[in-house]
């Protein structure tokens, strides 16, 4: 991905711990503002966000993401809440001592870019150590092409943060999680932070493949990385398997001999300040969490 917004002579100097000021939270609004301007203008934002949640009542993804003028409207809409969440998340000890390790962070189902600018935001913590040669690598892994999504959403951070090249890359590639390629498990063989953020729930509507992309993981998660699961707390993540109701991470935590928890909770809240501005509403979410280490 390029990094045009860099060389903007009136850009943000990056400022490390201090870049996102006194409000992070509306720092990151501040970002999205700007990348998804371009979508809350269009004349048809309303009934095309109106279509995509009737669309998510009957989990019918193929037809969101599969009709790219609806990716624009979806981020402006859904990537705000899981940014801020996401930022919440990565700001937690465990997860800044392995960005300060300037991880390859490779994200499952991320096209719309919540991961890009949630680690970015947590980033510019993790990214006071003395070592700046070797930049964070966050990448973005989608069924659907993302990719001019995700540009202005590398642009606005970089404009906005002053990151750059030196410190966080960025990269997208198209593929299928219920059709793993050789190219996919290459990148999560390669990456020290796998990651799977609401998400896995989408697997389980073809229950063979699921347990097929669980065992790619196992394979292919490298001895000592890390894998983070992070979905709904409600009842949308519970899978029905031979008559019996199952939380999608009840499958991870039974391979115990594989992964072995770090963090664990499987209820949590997100609750973002009462005081932000942004032009669309922001829900507050309840969402489990685990970080698991490959053994």
Not at 44 to 50: G, N, Y
Not at 68 to 80: K, M, R
Not at 115 to 125: K, N, R
Request: proline letters at 4%; charged letters at 20%.
């Amino acid at each position: 991905m390029s990094t045009t917004a860099t060389d903007s002579p009136t850009r943000t100097s990056f400022k490390g711990a201090d870049t996102l000021g006194a409000n992070p939270q509306q720092s990151i609004l501040n970002v999205l503002r700007v990348a998804c301007a371009p979508a809350m203008q269009r004349a048809d934002f309303a009934s095309t966000l109106q279509t995509i949640k009737q669309q998510f009542f009957v989990r019918d993804f193929n037809s969101i993401f599969q009709t790219p003028t609806n990716l624009s409207v979806y981020t402006a809409q859904y990537v705000p809440r899981r940014a801020l969440c996401y930022y919440e998340i990565f700001s937690l000890p465990e997860l800044q001592s392995i960005l300060k390790r300037r991880p390859t962070v490779y994200c499952l189902g991320a096209g719309s870019g919540s991961e890009l600018v949630g680690i970015s935001a947590a980033s510019c913590t993790a990214l006071g150590g003395k070592n700046k040669s070797t930049p964070i690598t966050v990448h973005s892994q989608d069924y659907a092409d993302w990719s001019e999504i995700l540009q202005q959403l590398e642009d606005a951070v970089r404009y906005k943060w002053g990151l750059t090249d030196s410190h966080v890359r960025f990269e997208f590639s198209i593929g299928d999680l219920m059709e793993p390629a050789a190219e996919m498990e290459k990148h999560v063989q390669e990456a020290q932070l796998v990651t799977a953020m609401f998400v896995f729930n989408e697997l389980f509507a073809d229950k063979t493949k699921a347990m097929g992309f669980v065992k790619m993981l196992v394979k292919n998660v490298q001895k000592g990385g890390y894998f983070l699961l992070v979905d709904s707390a409600g009842s949308f993540s519970s899978v029905q398997v031979g008559g019996k109701n199952y939380m999608s991470y009840m499958f991870f935590d039974s391979l115990k001999q594989f992964f072995e928890p770090v963090v664990s909770e499987d209820s949590r809240w997100f609750r973002h300040a009462s005081n932000l501005e942004y032009p669309l509403s922001i829900e507050n979410m309840r969402y489990f969490i685990r970080l698991y280490r490959r053994k």
